[in-house]
């Protein structure tokens, strides 16, 4: 092949990669989507940041649950 038939080709190469990299970007975001809605991304770092935090309580079955809830009312 010939310089100019490469350079061709290289740039079509090129701009293939380029539309595939759009496309696959586009369907990474309508795949994303939840069917609630799209969260608040504030929120979503004020949870992920807590549950990483240590927990303050240990819950030993469902009635220690419902005392906890009762003590905060």
Known sequence: MNRVTNEKIYSEIS???R???IMRSLVIGMLGRDEEGEYNP?????ILRAA?????HTFNGCGSLLEAIKKVK
């Open 19 to 21: 539309e595939m990299g």
């Open 15 to 17: 701009t293939i990669k």
């Open 52 to 56: 990483k935090e240590k927990p303050t």
């Open 42 to 46: 504030v929120f979503v770092r004020k």
